[in-house]
Every structure is written in structure tokens, then in C-alpha cells.
């Protein structure tokens, strides 16, 4: 059974960084692609960035290029988010998903198949 599940979320200031966890605990999901997408209050969901099955190609929204990177770890079925100058407009609730159709992975949340509970990212200004 997939369990995706989120962490590492806060309230930081703005400037400040975080990094994001999300855990394959099902343990089946070894080389499929993973993404990163958050919805703040009153908006639709949007993509962040995403990691195809190898982990050799990685894609990120223009609103976060540049200051997020997305990094897997197999060994402990892992994906972060690391986000750097983290700005107000960076305030959502962040979620990790799962493709199993496609090994690249995709921008459009209806592409995935998996999603975790999301955590909380609160930036102050």
C-alpha cells in the first residue's frame, strides 16, 4: 500500500529556508517520479517541482527556480524539498505526490496518482 507522507513544514521568516520530507513508507514506489505542489488559502493547487524515477532530471516552477532544489534519497525511499529565501507568497500547505504512469513525471497534479497529507509552510514578512 502507497503512504506518502509529508514533514518538515513551519513558520519561518522571510529569508529563512526550509526543507521538506516526504517518506515512501509503503516502500513502492522505487523509481517512479515524485513532485512537490502546495495550494494556499482561496487558490488551486499548483506544481513546485518534480524528480523523475532516476533522480537524473529535475524540474521546478518559475516561481521557485532558483532558490528550491528537489533531491531523492532510495536508500530511505525519500524525496526533500530544500526552499531558500523563502517569500510570503511561498505560504501553502505542501504536498508530495506519486506517478506511476510515467517515469519523468509531470507538472499536472492529475498526473499523479499518490498524494500525502500535505504539511503547513507559514512565511512572515
Known amino acids: 500500500q502507497v503512504q506518502l507522507a509529508e514533514s518538515g513544514g513551519g513558520l519561518v521568516q522571510a529569508g529563512d529556508s526550509l526543507r521538506l520530507s516526504c517518506v515512501d513508507s509503503?516502500?513502492?514506489?522505487?523509481?517512479?517520479?515524485m513532485g512537490w505542489f502546495r495550494q494556499a488559502p482561496g487558490k488551486q493547487r499548483e506544481f513546485v517541482a518534480g524528480?523523475?524515477?532516476?533522480?537524473?532530471?529535475?524540474y521546478y516552477a518559475d516561481s521557485v527556480k532558483g532558490r528550491s532544489t528537489i533531491s531523492g534519497e532510495d536508500a530511505k525511499n525519500t524525496v526533500y524539498l530544500q526552499m531558500n529565501s523563502l517569500k510570503s507568497e511561498d505560504t501553502a500547505v505542501y504536498y508530495c505526490?506519486?506517478?506511476?504512469?510515467?517515469?519523468?513525471?509531470?507538472?499536472?497534479?492529475?498526473?499523479?496518482?499518490?498524494w500525502g497529507q500535505g504539511t503547513q509552510v507559514t512565511v512572515s514578512s
Open positions: 505526490a506519486a506517478t506511476t504512469r510515467s517515469r519523468y513525471g509531470s507538472s499536472q497534479s492529475y498526473d499523479y496518482d499518490y
Open positions: 509503503g516502500r513502492t514506489l522505487s523509481g517512479y517520479a
Open positions: 524528480i523523475s524515477g532516476s533522480g537524473g532530471t529535475t
